[in-house]
């Protein structure tokens, strides 16, 4: 069965730094993979998704993700940070023919001013 | 479109009761996910159907736990009876169905069992 790893619990960044989210799956062949976001009080966003083809993937609010068969991960990036990007962030992954992805842990985002 | 409706959004329930937890799904959607969501477990995914029927329902905890899906629009978890260690929020998600399409997840029940 697939897993997933954010080693991360939390992370705190100033505004208009960038960023780095790491997601680390275990699955043997090509995963489906998802970021999600959760912003406080509300249910899960998804911000991209990676299927097959580029490994670099855009999202939306800005956010993109690469894809390394090699290094087992998909980790999420974003250039600068803003203020009201402070959430809650999974990684999910899954597997072909069950269509249900497995959520991580999560990772806290902290944005200081 | 509304977006998937969960209601109530506070439920506060003294060990022992029943709790109903409801979800109305978004129109045109086949696939419908019932979701908890703890400090100390993260996301799991309790139970979910397709075109109203339940597919899998491994993640559902224990018997206390139930959950229906009368018609397309509605689905219904309820916790008969009540834990404190069921305090949780619960979020209902729904999908188009079509293989890896993107969950549309409600804002979610917080559940508070004392």
Not at chain 1, 41 to 47: A, T, Y
Not at chain 1, 80 to 86: E, L
Not at chain 2, 42 to 55: A, S
């Amino acid at each position: 069965a697939q897993s997933v790893t954010q080693p991360d619990i939390h992370i705190t960044v100033s505004e208009g730094a960038s960023l780095e989210l790491r997601c680390n799956y275990s699955y043997g062949a090509t995963p489906y993979l998802f970021w999600y976001v959760q912003s406080p009080g509300q249910g899960l966003q998804l911000l991209l998704k990676y299927f097959s083809g580029d490994t670099l993937v855009q999202g939306i609010k800005g956010f993109e993700a690469e894809f390394k068969r090699s290094q087992s991960s998909f980790n999420l990036r974003k250039p600068s940070v803003h203020w009201s990007d402070a959430a809650e962030y999974f990684c999910a992954v899954g597997e072909g023919g069950s269509y249900i992805p497995t959520f991580g842990r999560g990772t806290s985002l902290i944005v200081h001013p | 479109d509304a977006g998937v409706i969960q209601s109530p959004r506070h439920e506060v329930t003294e060990m022992g009761q029943e709790v109903t937890l409801r979800c109305k799904p978004i129109s045109g959607h086949d696939y419908l996910f019932w979701y908890r969501q703890t400090m100390m477990r993260g996301l799991e995914l309790l139970i979910y159907f397709n075109n109203n029927v339940p597919i899998d329902d491994s993640g559902m905890p224990e018997d206390r736990f139930s959950a229906k899906m009368p018609n397309a629009s509605f689905s219904t978890l309820k916790i008969q009876p009540s834990e404190p260690r069921d305090s949780a929020v619960y979020f209902c998600a729904s999908s188009p169905g079509t293989g890896w399409d993107e969950q549309y997840f409600g804002p979610g029940t917080r559940l508070t069992v004392t």
